[in-house]
């Protein structure tokens, strides 16, 4: 009989966590972690050249500078960007309760190819038998932002989850009879004109359901390609050693075995691409956020050694690699032993750092910025441009895309990294839309 397991966090977007506790954004005003970004009218944050021209992309950085300069950005296309930051693809994560990842979906549409809204939740049906799609309301919604997006922009390619099923046995009852879930799927995408879908399957990645996957794959790309796209979300792969001993729970072990390179080969065949997840590395103790040489290393661990068929793994083309954009706080001491890190946004970011000017520490080896809050008895890590850079120079490197996880996290500083997409009809930046 197949166990009972605990149902881990679902992976869709950054939910703002209070952090309160935390002693964070209290001591930086009267907003609070929950406060969506100020109103700070869109001509204040637009730069008169992008990041890189104005030399603002450095490992030297300061906390008062992060503060001023990470949600701003340029309304160009930056050369320097243009002739040694171009990836194969850039996809854009919108979480439907950040209002700001949809804006600066269409503001920045030039430098984007696909966006993915994290709208759709595969759920178990009544008494567990079946499944249902939630997140319909959400599509609807938005029908005049999606309508507005794909002309002339990027693909758009709403987000799929297993979620929510707390005993194998009605998940594998799923996997292994994919058909209706398939045509489902394709019915949602023909109704919203969907150029395609994202799937996460982290909840298949059990060993006792890993087999499945392939035909899974086979079902979907039947009934959705090759007139639309199939990308398969994925956890990265953790490499031998690198499991932290607070990260034994039963859910955390969930996250262990990531995606290898054996079930990469079995699904190469059905998907157009890849996303290695890379967000959860330091999720349960102080540490970076997506450390360089583990990234490096999940990339290369599903990459085809050679061409032809008989080589295993992913093409270059197939993979996206994940890029984080939120910061992570732990709070010091005990308190941070029961304590997962929170997730924190650009705007309570640069409150804190704007007030406490804590010295930013770069990490040479991870290519990752932190900071200690000594008022707040806070550890975080953050997103900065020199993070960015890094890992767009190691995708370049390696022939690999790039998913931008997510827009609505407020780290409008990003855009300046990324240059106009030659595939786009649009300009880089679309002037006339609030962001």
């Not at 050249?49 to 990470?70: F, I, M, N, Y």
Request: charged fraction near 25%.
């Amino acid at each position: 009989m197949l166990p009972k397991v605990p149902v881990p966090r679902a992976h869709g977007g950054l939910r703002v966590l209070a952090l309160c506790f935390l002693g964070v954004v209290a001591s930086a005003g009267p907003q609070g972690a929950s406060a969506a970004p100020s109103k700070e009218k869109k001509g204040g944050r637009v730069r008169p050249d992008c990041a890189p021209e104005l030399g603002l992309v450095k490992e030297q950085e300061s906390a008062a500078s992060w503060a001023r300069t990470a949600r701003k950005f340029c309304n160009s296309s930056s050369p320097y960007a243009e002739k040694h930051l171009v990836v194969q693809e850039v996809l854009g994560f919108i979480a439907p309760w950040h209002d700001h990842g949809y804006k600066a979906a269409r503001y920045f549409r030039g430098k984007l190819s696909s966006v993915s809204p994290l709208w759709f939740r595969v759920l178990p049906g009544r008494d567990g038998i079946g499944f249902q799609v939630a997140g319909k309301e959400f599509a609807k919604q938005h029908k005049a932002w999606a309508d507005d997006i794909s002309d002339g922009g990027p693909r758009l390619l709403p987000h799929f989850s297993l979620e929510g099923f707390d005993k194998l046995a009605h998940l594998s009852a799923l996997l292994e009879a994919p058909e209706k879930l398939a045509a489902e799927i394709e019915n949602i995408c023909v109704d919203g004109d969907f150029a395609g879908i994202v799937f996460d399957v982290r909840m298949a990645l059990f060993p006792s359901l890993r087999a499945l996957l392939p035909s899974v794959l086979a079902a979907l790309s039947k009934r959705i390609r090759p007139a639309r796209r199939l990308i398969l979300s994925v956890p990265a792969p953790r490499p031998p050693g690198e499991v932290r001993k607070k990260e034994a729970s039963a859910v955390a072990e969930y996250f262990k075995p990531g995606f290898q390179r054996e079930e990469a080969s079995a699904v190469a065949e059905y998907v157009d691409a890849v996303v290695v997840g890379t967000s959860d590395f330091s999720r349960a103790e102080p540490g970076p956020i997506a450390p360089l040489p583990w990234v490096r290393a999940a990339l290369q661990a599903l990459l085809a050694t050679g061409s032809g068929s008989d080589t295993g793994g992913l093409q270059p083309g197939q993979l996206l690699l994940e890029v984080p954009l939120h910061g992570r706080a732990f709070p010091w001491g005990e308190a941070q032993e029961s304590t997962e890190g929170k997730v924190i946004l650009t705007a309570d970011l640069a409150r804190v750092l704007a007030k406490q000017l804590p010295p930013m520490i770069w990490d040479a080896e991870a290519a990752e910025h932190s900071a200690n809050l000594t008022e707040s008895k806070v550890f975080v890590s953050l997103p900065s441009l020199a993070y960015v850079e890094a890992r767009l120079r190691l995708a370049g490197s390696l022939g690999v895309g790039v998913a931008l996880r997510e827009l609505g996290a407020g780290f409008d500083s990003v855009f300046d990294l990324l240059p106009k997409r030659v595939d786009q009809r649009t300009s880089a930046t679309s002037s006339s839309d609030e962001l």
